[in-house]
Structure formats: C-alpha cells, structure tokens
C-alpha cells in the first residue's frame, strides 16, 4: 500500500491564482481531511470527509473548497489564492468515520507560497 | 482557538535521559491522541488514550490521562537520538463532532 499521497510537494503561487492539492489514498478509509500548518500554530483543519459524497467544514475552511466523488480522493480547491494562505498541507486519512477514536494517517505534505 | 496546548514548547535532552510533554485541553473529550512529526515529514500516530483510561503504554511510551484536570503527559523513557522530532497532542471535543484539534507541539531534542 502506498498509503497516502499528495501532489504536489511544492508549488508556488501568484496572488489570485486558482489551483487543486491532490490527496489519495489506497486503504479504504472512509474518513479523510485537510490540515494546515503554520508555525507556531499546530495543525488546523480546513474540511473533512466521513464518506465519498459527504464533506463537511472544519476549523478554518474559509477560501477552500472540497469534494469527495470517491473514497479513494479527497482533493482541495483554493479558489483564489491570498498570501494568508501561505502554510503546508496535509491530509490525512482513518479507518472509520469517527477521526477521534481511530489513529490518523497523514500524507508527506504539501508547502505551498502565495507571493 | 487551539484544544490543546503543548509544554514545553521546546526540550533538549542526551540520549539515555527520559523525556516528558505535557497537554492541556479546556473541553470534555473522548479520546486523547499522541502524534509524532519529524523535520518535513507528515505527522505518525503514537497512542490513542480513551477518556476512561489513566495510563497506557506503548514500548518505551508511557501517557497518562487526567480529566479531571484536563491534561495527559507523554513519557519517553531511555531517549534516543532517532527520537528528535515534534510531538503533538490531539483531542476532540465531545459533542463537538468528528473533528480532530491538535496542539502547537512540543520540539524534542535529544543529543549523543
């Protein structure tokens, strides 16, 4: 199992740009979302899904999009791309819909700079 | 605002010495989770801690839960250099639904 991955590792961005982080994963987990990163701030979550068709927003979604056509992709649209936005993402996937009660499995990240 | 808040924010230790991170949490929870990042990397899962468990180990891994207080700690014991790497806490928020909030971490150091 390649577990789960995301494309691209890096990418660079102008002000205003729209572009899609592409996440996948080969375990059938019904449960998967988007994370930033920022430092000194943890971990936020920008949306999650508990099943193919089912998304839901998390703590900072605003200036994201999200779909889940299928169990296997999870991919995240920024619509316009702002500075702010600046940060690593992650995905992550678990097992079962309930995230708090099953271990996380997370992709390698993906830096993105807004200039 | 952040569920969880790490201290210390960053540890230095030699290897051979025990490491302990500490969490705080302000909301009733479910479960408590430990997660690892190396530099770069994406985060590994460590331990899962229900809310009716006080202790639980894992190898060389001790954490505790205290509700009442609203805290867990994550013990390291005899550290090794392979252990350098950040480590998150991460709870839910009962009633909260099905998300996960992470802490700020704590960056744990061990030198040779």
């Known amino acids: 199992n390649a577990g789960v991955t995301q494309t691209p590792k890096f990418q660079v961005l102008k002000t205003g740009q729209s572009m899609t982080l592409q996440c996948a994963q080969d375990?059938?987990?019904?449960?998967m979302s988007w994370y930033r990163q920022d430092p000194g701030m943890g971990l936020r979550l920008i949306h999650y899904?508990?099943?193919?068709?089912?998304?839901d927003q998390g703590e900072v979604p605003n200036g994201y999009n999200v779909s889940r056509s299928t169990t296997e992709d999870f991919p995240l649209r920024l619509l316009s791309a702002a500075p702010s936005q600046t940060s690593v993402y992650f995905c992550?996937?678990?097992?079962?819909?309930?995230?708090?009660?099953?271990?996380?499995?997370f992709g390698p990240g993906t830096r993105l700079t807004v200039l | 605002s952040q569920q969880g808040e790490e201290d210390p924010q960053a540890l230095s230790i030699q290897e051979g010495e025990n490491a302990t991170m500490n969490c705080s949490y302000k909301?009733?929870?479910?479960?408590l989770q430990w997660y690892r990042q190396n530099s770069g990397r994406g985060l590994v899962h460590l331990i899962l801690?229900?809310?009716?468990?006080r202790e639980k180990h894992s190898g060389r891994l001790r954490v505790t839960l205290d509700t009442s207080k609203k805290s867990s700690s994550l013990l390291i014991t005899a550290s090794r250099a392979a252990d350098t790497a950040s480590y998150f806490c991460?709870?839910?928020?009962?009633?909260?639904?099905?998300?996960?909030?992470f802490g700020t971490g704590t960056q744990l150091k061990v030198e040779l």
């Open positions: 899904s508990v099943g193919a068709g089912i998304t």
């Open positions: 991460a709870t839910d928020r009962r009633g909260g639904g099905n998300k996960l909030t």
């Open positions: 909301t009733s929870i479910n479960n």
């Open positions: 375990m059938n987990h019904e449960y």
């Open positions: 992550a996937s678990s097992r079962e819909a309930d995230s708090s009660y099953n271990e996380q499995f």
């Open positions: 801690i229900r809310s009716n468990e």
